[in-house]
C-alpha cells in the first residue's frame, strides 16, 4: 500500500470500501447494471459499490462506457438490465429529477453554466429541491416567499464560502475564468444537497495549479460534508493520488477493481489503458 493510501477493507459481495465507511449503509450499489443501444451492449454486467464517504474513480480508454455509466446512474437512460441502490434505495423507474431528490448529483465534461446570470443565481438554481413555499406564495410574494428567499441566499452564500468563492457572488457566471468555472459547476451540484457526487472529468483543460486546488476541494467535500464523490478522470496523476478506490472498464465491461497501486500494478489495466509494456518500450 502506497504510504498516502486509505486502507480499504472487504465488504460484503466482494467488494471494498474505505475502512472509515464500514457498517455504514453503501452510497452506491449497483447490481448487474447495464444498456444496449439496438442490440448493442454500450455497459453490460456493471458491478461497483462505493462506501458511504469514498472518492472513487472510473477510469478507461475513450468509448470504455464510463459516461454512459454516469447517464444511468442519474438517469438519462433508463437500464435495460440490473439495477442501482442509492443509499440502500431501490432506483427502478425513477426520473433524473427523482433520483436527484434522493441525493445523486452530477458535473458534465463540457461546463453547463447560466453565463448571463450571476454567480450566486447559478447556485439558488440548484436550491430548488429543497425551497419551501408554492406557487400561491411566489405569484402573491407571502411572507413564506420571501422566508425561503433569504434562506436560499444565504446557503447560496454559505455553500460559495465553502470554495472561496463568496466574492464572486455577484459575477456574472460566464466572466469568470475557467478554473472557477469548473468550482462554480461543483458548488451548484452540491447545492442539490446530495450523498454522492459525480464528476465526469473535472480537471479536464485544467493547469497544474487549478488541478491541484480541485484535488483539495474533492478532499474538503469528503471530510468535511461527508458527501462521497465518484469521478471520471483521464488524468491519472490525479485520480491515483485522490481516489481510494478505483474501477476500471474497457469495451464496455469492468476489467478491473481495485486500489490504487493494484491498478497501476494489474496488467490487463496496463494493457488497455495505461498503456503495454511494448508500447512503453517502442516509445523510448
Known amino acids: 500500500m502506497a504510504k498516502n493510501e486509505t486502507k480499504m477493507v472487504p465488504f460484503p459481495s466482494r467488494a471494498i470500501v474505505p475502512e472509515r465507511d464500514l457498517g455504514k449503509t453503501p452510497v452506491l450499489e449497483c447490481i448487474h447494471l447495464g444498456i444496449e443501444f439496438g442490440g448493442l451492449k454500450a455497459v453490460d454486467d456493471f458491478n461497483l459499490i462505493v462506501g458511504a464517504t469514498e472518492i472513487a474513480g472510473l477510469i478507461g480508454p475513450n468509448g470504455a462506457g464510463k459516461t454512459t455509466v454516469f447517464n ?13 441502490l442509492v443509499q440502500g434505495r431501490e432506483t427502478n423507474g425513477l426520473s433524473t429529477t427523482q433520483v436527484n431528490r434522493i441525493g445523486v448529483a452530477r458535473t458534465f465534461q463540457n461546463i453547463r453554466l447560466f453565463n448571463s446570470q450571476t454567480v450566486e443565481e447559478n447556485v439558488m438554481i440548484g436550491l430548488h429541491n429543497h425551497l419551501k413555499g408554492g406557487l400561491f406564495s411566489d405569484m402573491f410574494r407571502l411572507p413564506t416567499y420571501f422566508k425561503s428567499e433569504k434562506k436560499a441566499h444565504e446557503r447560496a452564500l454559505e455553500l460559495l464560502d465553502f470554495f472561496d ?28 444537497d446530495p450523498c454522492i457526487l459525480l464528476l465526469d472529468e473535472p480537471a479536464a483543460g485544467m493547469n497544474p495549479s487549478e488541478t491541484e486546488d480541485l484535488m483539495n476541494n474533492i478532499r474538503k467535500i469528503r471530510d468535511e460534508l461527508k458527501i462521497a464523490v465518484m469521478l471520471i478522470e483521464h488524468d491519472m496523476k490525479l485520480v491515483m493520488g485522490i481516489c481510494e478506490g478505483i474501477c476500471v472498464m474497457n469495451y464496455g465491461k469492468v476489467i478491473a477493481k481495485g486500489t490504487p497501486s493494484e491498478i497501476q500494478s494489474n496488467p ?13 518500450k517502442e516509445e523510448k
Open 72 to 84: 444511468l446512474l442519474t438517469k438519462v437512460y433508463q437500464p435495460t438490465h440490473g439495477t442501482m
Open 165 to 192: 468563492m463568496a466574492d464572486m457572488a455577484n459575477y456574472k457566471a460566464g466572466s469568470l475564468p475557467y478554473g472557477a468555472q469548473r468550482r462554480l459547476e461543483i458548488v451548484r451540484a452540491l447545492a442539490t
Open 268 to 280: 490487463a489495466v496496463i494493457e488497455a489503458y495505461l498503456g503495454s509494456h511494448n508500447d512503453s
